[in-house]
Nanobody, 132 residues
C-alpha cells in the first residue's frame, strides 16, 4: 500500500520560511516524478511544482518561482518543499503527490497543464498559514 505522509506545516509570519517533507512508502520512489499541490480555502487545488525521479529537473508555478525550492532524497524516499519569503496568499493545505506513470516527465514541461487526474498518489495534506 502506497503512503505519502507530509509534515512541517504550521503558522509563520509573512516573510518567513517553512520546509515541508513528504515521506513515501510502498512504491519505487526513485522512478516517480513527485509534485506539490496546494488548496486555499474556497479555491481549486493548484499545482505548485514538481521534481523529476532523479532530482535533476524541477518546475514551478509562476506564483512561487524564486521563492520555493523542491528537492528529494531518494535514499530516504523523501521529497521536500522549501518555502521562503512566504506571503499570506501562500496560506493553503499543501499536498504531496506522485505521478500516476513511472518515469514520466510531463509535469516538468513548461506550459504543460498539470491535472489532478494525472496523480497516482496523494498525501493527506499539511496546513500552512502565513500571517500578515
Amino acid at each position: 500500500q502506497v503512503q505519502l505522509v507530509e509534515s512541517g506545516g504550521g503558522l509563520v509570519q509573512a516573510g518567513g520560511s517553512l520546509r515541508l517533507s513528504c515521506a513515501a512508502s510502498g512504491l519505487t520512489f526513485n522512478s516517480y516524478t513527485m509534485g506539490w499541490f496546494r488548496q486555499a480555502p474556497g479555491k481549486e487545488r493548484e499545482f505548485v511544482g514538481a521534481i523529476s525521479w532523479g532530482g535533476g529537473s524541477t518546475r514551478y508555478a509562476d506564483s512561487v518561482k524564486g521563492r520555493f525550492t523542491i528537492s528529494r532524497d531518494n535514499a530516504k524516499n523523501t521529497v521536500y518543499l522549501q518555502m521562503n519569503s512566504l506571503k499570506p496568499e501562500d496560506t493553503a493545505v499543501y499536498y504531496c503527490a506522485g505521478d500516476k506513470e513511472r518515469y514520466s516527465s510531463r509535469w516538468l514541461r513548461v506550459g504543460y497543464w498539470v491535472q489532478g487526474t494525472q496523480v497516482g498518489y496523494w498525501g493527506q495534506g499539511t496546513q500552512v498559514i502565513v500571517s500578515s
